[in-house]
């Protein structure tokens, strides 16, 4: 289980965390979602043990970071954003030699590592010098150093970022794979992201925490999943009819509007409950309806929105 | 001491599976083979201790080189590549980390002053060498070795450029061997002081004639001891940055 109770970070004169308290039960799979500059990178290196904090404190297991913090340090798996490799080293020596410096034993690291590198998706890649591998591979070199040492805690800053869409799928489901396992601290600027992997959401804004709670929790406080693009092709007006009846739908508006034959842009807000369920549906109306779907996307602005919303609901509350 | 020993281990490594440390190893040893060839043997009749004293002279300057080129990318190259993080965050604590990078590196300028060995070897074979004199010089040189490793770790520890490691430290080193001109000019006490921190005159003189002074083994282990320390408190602070 892990406990934060006041933490906050100074550098210099700058705040970068402020007073942030949560905790995350053992095996859950928490994500810290924020605008760049929110303060995740920070919040997630202090509860690495990389960094001390100015004030407040960080328990993992019941044992405090900054008190003890080679102990706690033992059973944490970190994953910067930019994956920590020696590049000239082979995977199964560099993961072994981690798996070492953590504390194993020789005989217990070259019993977990085939395990690993299964679960990792690096099983055929264990003799292969590391920079020889793709950015993908790289991450999942990564993930697989955040987690040789079995550790109870496993912290991934960024995991998806920098990958194509076929590896953020793969990396999505191997790190759903981690929870239950492991308590697992994610971040990204990615709301459907952090909404498909995790339990808990924690949002950051200007390094404090703005709303924490599961994804529905999040959604009853400010009455919106969100809003999403999609490109169709056909008579938009008809379009949007088909899917304005549907209960996920609050809100359709054309956003943009081609031309005959072209593709025309439907701006739908969700009720935003069960958002990629609610995504299918409307995709599945649109399809069903005879209309071409050749986009969809959240609009760009939506993180924007959400903290907007919540900062609205904080004041609303104050 | 695991901890240490497997990132000695580590580093040794990236010194033989890169290409720097096979390259630095190379370029010492043949400058050593070029100064011992035309300087210590040089063209006249000398006597063989006379060669040996020469041969440690430059060795010393050498060994200075080696030990700032093969320290710079200790701590450097990890902030620039952002794997300190790993040893960051690992249970090893920062007195580990300062002493398994530098002994890293000592243990390479060993192997390199291993290497140098022929040279004096070639002397006892053409003439005639006391075995005591070719040990007092290269414990000296392990000395210096030890303590201009221990600098060029700290040097490495202030930066993410190997390049600003690698002239701190090449300053760093040349000051401790000029020493004795500032000790001329200064001042009592200070001038005391100052000559007692030259690595050459005060105390590599001594190994270098076949003397060995337990005041100078205590210099070289405190200097190194000290570049250690401040090397772990620079660790230690980075936390808190």
């Given at each position: 289980m892990i406990e934060v109770d006041g933490l906050t970070k100074y550098y210099g004169d700058i705040?970068?965390?402020?007073d942030l308290s949560f905790s995350i039960e053992r095996g859950q799979i928490a994500g810290f979602l924020?605008?760049?500059?929110?303060?995740k990178s920070t919040a997630l290196k202090i509860l690495a043990g990389f960094l001390l904090p100015t004030a407040g404190s960080v328990r993992v297991d019941g044992v405090d970071v900054v008190a003890e913090p080679e102990k706690v340090r033992r059973s944490i798996g970190f994953l910067p954003e930019e994956p920590p490799l020696?590049?000239?080293?082979t995977v199964r020596a560099f993961l072994t030699y981690l798996g070492k410096l953590r504390g194993m034993g020789g005989a217990e690291v070259s019993a977990r590592l085939p395990s690993v590198l299964e679960r990792t998706g690096l099983s055929q890649h264990g003799?292969?010098?590391?920079?020889?591998?793709?950015l993908g591979y790289r991450k999942r070199v990564g993930i697989a150093q955040a987690i040789i040492h079995d550790p109870s805690l496993v912290i991934l800053d960024e995991?998806?970022?920098?990958?194509d869409p076929l590896q953020r799928v793969e990396m999505r489901k191997l790190v759903r794979g981690l929870g239950g396992d492991h308590t697992v601290l994610i971040s990204s600027h990615n709301l459907l992201e952090v909404e498909e992997t995790c339990d808990l959401l924690l949002m950051l804004g200007d390094g404090r925490l703005v709303a924490q709670g599961s994804e529905a929790d999040i959604h009853s406080r400010i009455g919106t999943g969100g809003s999403y693009e999609f490109d169709v092709r056909g008579d938009v007006a008809a379009a949007a009819d088909s899917v304005r009846?549907?209960?996920?739908?609050t809100e359709v508006s054309v956003t943009r509007a081609g031309g005959e034959g072209e593709v025309h842009e439907l701006t739908v807000v969700l009720a935003g409950q069960d958002r990629s369920g609610e995504v299918e549906q409307i995709v599945g109306a649109l399809v069903g309806s005879g209309f071409g779907v050749s986009r969809v996307e959240a609009a760009s602005n939506e993180l924007e929105d959400l903290f907007l919303k919540l900062a609205g609901s904080q004041e609303a509350e104050g | 001491m695991r901890a240490i020993a497997l990132i000695v281990g580590r580093e040794l490594g990236a010194y033989f599976r890169g290409w720097s440390g096979w390259v630095i190893a190379a370029g010492i040893l043949m400058l050593q083979g070029v100064l011992f060839n035309v300087?210590?043997?040089?063209?006249s009749e000398k006597l063989s201790s006379k060669v040996l004293q020469d041969f440690f002279y430059f060795s010393m300057g050498m060994t200075l080189v080696a030990s700032v080129l093969l320290s710079m990318r200790l701590i450097a190259e990890e902030r620039h590549d952002g794997t300190m993080v790993l040893l960051l965050t690992s249970p090893a604590s920062d007195w580990q980390i300062a002493i398994g990078k530098w002994m890293s590196a000592w243990i390479f300028v060993l192997l390199i002053l291993l290497a140098s060995l022929y040279m004096p070897l070639m002397v006892a074979v053409n003439g005639s060498v006391h075995p005591g004199h070719v040990f007092s010089g290269y414990l000296g040189l392990t000395l210096v070795g030890a303590a201009a490793t221990a600098l060029g770790t700290f040097t490495s520890s202030l930066t993410s450029s190997q390049v600003v490691s690698v002239v701190l430290g090449g300053i760093l080193a040349a000051l401790t061997c000029v020493m004795w001109l500032f000790s001329k000019v200064a001042s009592p006490p200070l001038d005391e002081l100052l000559a007692y921190l030259?690595?050459?005159?005060?105390?590599?003189q001594d190994f270098r004639e076949g003397t060995i002074h337990t005041r100078s083994i205590v210099f070289y282990s405190s200097v190194t001891f000290f570049f250690l320390l401040l090397t772990q408190k620079v660790l230690g602070a980075r936390r808190w940055r």
């Open positions: 705040r970068a965390v402020s924020g605008l760049n500059g929110a303060g020696y590049k000239e080293m003799d292969r010098v590391i920079e020889t591998l793709s995991p998806v970022s920098g990958l009846g549907l209960d996920a739908v | 300087f210590a043997l040089g063209d030259d690595f050459y005159y005060r105390h590599f």
